[in-house]
């Protein structure tokens, strides 16, 4: 009988999203999942990276060792020194069995089998959204990470078709693991929708978008489809549009100068992330007519609190929301609007989307892409 102590397994993840109050998609997918896993595996060693000074509550337990790497990467010449220099050098000293690296990017000096996790390939179908310098490192990096990589998660079909198109990558090493809610999304009882409406809405009915104000996101046909329901049902309804920006100029500036309903369009800015459940819940509908969404997690997040949804009918948009939501072509501001209206006019349709909201939100949950997560590891040897 072989009496060695058998060596722990080494779980080495990139977390340099989990950035205290600043959580949003990757951050949040790194989160949630990662919190599941180290919970789950008491018997592996988790070795997190970061690239500045980390908040501790993300070190979920005692089998998590913290580790900052230089320089900060946001920039990138930043990231390839990060990922190529740091990373590299502390998966050898830390003695990695496997990487895990959740926002696209890799080492590509390594030997340790990489699990990378590409959420979206936005760039390549919007580069004129993209800094310059960024969207060249995008050109050159991304299709050599998506070959370098041992195993690779995406968060919907489509994201996974996308991939393999683009960077020729084998469907079958390709695992789609889609996203999660946070379970503070849920239906909300009336009186706190009653509360929440008088403190941000004027105690009006709202339609509501949360999300970053991007081109990509197409705020501004949103407010230029309000405006014109407005005109078209003079409805006592408001537009809440909620997430970081800076909107002194732009489509969303234009579409909201040129807005005959301004009072009635209210930018809340950055929500902490304790109020985004509470506004969701008391809400109207949810209006998210995205050009393009590697998963959309909004959507998610509306149908655990029953709310009717306005999104996209591109990307991976109606693969998420099924029969639980309408969906537009996001470029045309009439079909936005007629369903505006329909939702506003017709109770039996609201109740018809409800009826589908519970088997639709049933296939996505933290545990379920954990699950999955779990699974593309043992390819490499988990």
């Not at 909201?256 to 929500?271: A, C, M, P, R």
């Not at 959309?296 to 998420?320: K, W």
């Not at 045309?332 to 006019?345: G, N, W």
């Amino acid at each position: 009988m072989n009496n060695k102590k058998r060596k722990r397994k080494v779980i080495a993840v990139n977390t340099r999203f989990l950035l205290d109050g600043r959580l949003e998609g990757i951050g949040w997918f790194t989160y949630e999942t990662l919190k599941r896993l180290v919970a789950w595996h008491p018997d592996i060693d988790f070795i997190f990276f970061f690239d500045r000074p980390f908040h501790p509550k993300f070190v979920f337990a005692e089998n998590v060792t913290p580790v900052v790497l230089f320089p900060p990467a946001r920039h990138p010449i930043l990231f390839y020194c990060w990922f190529e220099f740091a990373v590299s050098r502390a998966l050898k000293k830390y003695q990695a069995d496997i990487f895990i690296s959740t926002d696209g990017f890799l080492s590509l000096k390594t030997t340790i089998p990489t699990l990378l996790v590409i959420h979206d390939l936005a760039h390549v179908h919007f580069p004129e959204q993209v800094k310059y310098v960024e969207q060249r490192y995008y050109d050159y990096f991304m299709p050599k990470f998506a070959k370098k990589a041992a195993r690779i998660a995406t968060v919907s079909e489509y994201s996974k078709q996308d991939i393999h198109q683009q960077y020729q990558v084998p469907l079958d090493n390709i695992d789609v693991v889609y996203n999660g809610a946070r379970e503070t999304f849920q239906v909300i009882p009336f009186d706190t929708q009653q509360k929440i409406k008088a403190q941000y809405a004027n105690g009006q009915d709202y339609f509501f978008y949360i999300g970053a104000v991007h081109p990509r996101k197409n705020v501004h046909r949103l407010i230029q489809a309000f405006d014109l329901f407005k005109q078209q049902t003079n409805a006592p309804l408001k537009l809440l549009i909620a997430g970081r920006f800076a909107w002194q100029t732009g489509q969303v500036k234009n579409a909201f100068d040129q807005s005959d309903h301004q009072q009635d369009i209210l930018f809340l800015g950055y929500v902490k992330d304790e109020e985004v459940p509470l506004l969701m819940g008391s809400a109207f509908a949810l209006t998210y007519i995205s050009l393009f969404e590697g998963f959309g997690i909004p959507l998610l997040e509306a149908m655990n609190c029953n709310i009717p949804v306005i999104t996209s009918n591109v990307s991976s948009m109606p693969e998420i929301i099924g029969k639980a939501g309408l969906t537009v072509s996001p470029t045309s501001i009439t079909e936005i609007v007629l369903s505006m209206t329909k939702l506003y006019k017709n109770k039996d349709l609201r109740k018809e989307l409800s009826s589908h909201v519970e088997q639709q939100r049933k296939k996505f949950s933290w545990d379920l892409t954990t699950q999955r997560v779990e699974k593309s590891l043992t390819f490499l040897g988990l």
